[in-house]
């Protein structure tokens, strides 16, 4: 089983910064796609960005593309988001999952953190 637990979500100013993280358990970590989305109140859940298993390949959501970047430290078991000029838009709960066969679907999420943008 993997759990995952999200933080650093919090308010900021539009046009601000926020680095989240994304703490795993699992002991193979380093196979695992990993990847972020977001839920903004009355909305679908959607896809924000992926990694691959040792961090050389990433996707973003056309929303978010030159704005956050995300990223991994395998030796702490961790993936990363970090998020630039940040839009009232991107305001949202933001979920940290894991792909753990690497086929697109994922098989564990954490709880979410919050992330605040006001205008």
């Known amino acids: 089983q993997v759990q995952l637990v999200e933080s650093g979500g919090g308010l900021v100013q539009a046009g601000g910064s926020l680095r989240l993280s994304c703490a795993a358990s699992?002991?193979?970590?380093?196979?695992?796609?990993m990847g972020w989305f977001r839920q903004a109140p009355g909305k679908e859940r959607e896809f924000v960005a992926r990694?691959?298993?040792?961090?050389?390949?990433?996707y973003y959501a056309d929303s978010v593309k030159g704005r956050f970047t995300i990223s991994r430290d395998n030796t702490k078991n961790t993936v990363y988001l970090q998020m630039n000029s940040l839009h009232p838009e991107d305001t949202a709960v933001y979920y940290c999952?894991?792909?753990?066969?690497?086929?697109?679907?994922?098989?564990?999420w954490g709880q979410g953190t919050q992330v605040t943008v006001s205008s």
């Open positions: 699992g002991r193979t970590f380093s196979r695992y796609a």
């Open positions: 990694i691959s298993g040792r961090g050389l390949s990433t």
């Open positions: 999952a894991a792909d753990l066969s690497a086929n697109g679907n994922y098989n564990y």
